[in-house]
């Protein structure tokens, strides 16, 4: 059974800080990881999404790279801003058996940006 | 366009009262999917529709959760005989293509509280 592990749980930087988020996964047999993040009474949005032929995928300020034979993905966000405090969750995708639309979700990162 | 909608937002009920959640999906997506939340957790798969078919409700907790979709757009996840244990934010997800591959966009989730 896949099992996604995110690293520090809880993290609180000054605002302009750079910042490295981790997500662990057992099974290495995976279609793709994403990233998303989390606002209270708003939905799940998909930041960046890592196919696993690929290594890394770049939009603004974040960068994500994958190592699937490690099963470990990282989530970079340069220069924090007070806007960027959410939570962070990654998920994979399995690659095979007839449930690979089902997402395994770490529990996230709780990031909060000071300004 | 429209993203996923889901009702109520909020829902409060007592233990033993039946609860219907609604989920609205992207307009012409085709696959739609219901994720259960608890606090301090990451999203975890309930059940899976292509088009009006339900292929997988293997992630129902037990027999008093249902769900369908009888015309292949709306979906209803009906909790019977609610416990205090069903309190979590309840996501719905659709995504476009009839493969299980289609990216999955979120709603917003409907909060649940049984007391």
């Known amino acids: 059974k896949q099992e996604v592990t995110q690293i520090p749980a809880a993290l609180s930087v000054p605002e302009g800080e750079n910042l490295v988020l981790n997500c662990s996964f057992t099974?290495?047999?995976?279609?793709?990881l994403q990233w998303f993040r989390q606002d209270p009474g708003k939905g799940l949005t998909s930041l960046l999404l890592?196919?696993?032929?690929?290594r890394e995928q770049t939009s603004g300020r974040l960068n994500a790279s994958l190592d699937k034979s490690s099963g470990r993905s990282t989530l970079y966000i340069a220069a924090s801003q007070p806007g960027d405090s959410a939570t962070y969750l990654c998920?994979?995708?399995?690659?095979?058996?007839?449930?690979?639309?089902?997402?395994?979700f770490g529990k996230g990162t709780l990031l909060t940006v000071n300004p | 366009g429209a993203g996923v909608s889901q009702s109520p937002r909020y829902k409060v009920t007592k233990r033993g009262q039946d609860v219907a959640l609604r989920c609205d999906p992207i307009?012409?997506?085709?696959?739609l999917y219901w994720y259960r939340q608890a606090l301090g957790q990451g999203p975890e798969f309930l059940t899976y529709?292509?088009?009006?078919?339900?292929?997988?409700k293997s992630g129902l907790p037990n027999d008093r959760f249902s769900a369908e979709r009888p015309e292949g757009s709306i979906s209803t996840l009906t909790i019977q005989r609610t416990e205090q244990r069903d309190s979590a934010m309840y996501r719905c997800?659709?995504?476009?293509?009839?493969?299980?591959?289609?990216?999955?966009?979120f709603g917003p989730g409907t909060r649940l509280t049984v007391t």
């Open positions: 099974d290495s047999a995976i279609y793709n």
């Open positions: 998920a994979v995708r399995p690659n095979s058996g007839g449930s690979n639309y089902k997402l395994t």
């Open positions: 307009s012409g997506h085709v696959s």
């Open positions: 997800a659709s995504s476009s293509t009839g493969t299980s591959r289609g990216e999955q966009y």
């Open positions: 529709f292509n088009y009006e078919a339900q292929q997988d």
């Open positions: 890592i196919q696993s032929s690929q």
